[in-house]
């Protein structure tokens, strides 16, 4: 997983295992996601689960 802002500034950027996670800070400025498994992953926001990122069948680059 990698997360990374509108200046390409590096976030976060990490194998995630089960049980991890990561809160972008609220400053973040359109704070983006690549991963390679977008179908495991649990996204939030605001404490509201959002719907799957994608299916698994490809990587997802860019996401908002």
Do not use: C
Not at 35 to 62: N, W, Y
Request: proline letters at 8%; aromatic letters at 4%; a negative charge.
């Amino acid at each position: 997983v990698k997360i990374y802002d509108a200046e390409n500034n590096r976030l976060y950027e990490n194998e995630m295992k089960a049980g991890d996670s990561f809160t972008v800070p609220a400053d973040a400025n359109n704070p983006m996601i690549v991963t390679g498994r977008p179908q495991v992953l649990t996204v939030t926001i605001d404490g509201k689960p959002v719907p799957a990122l994608g299916t698994g069948e490809r990587s997802i680059v860019d996401v908002a």
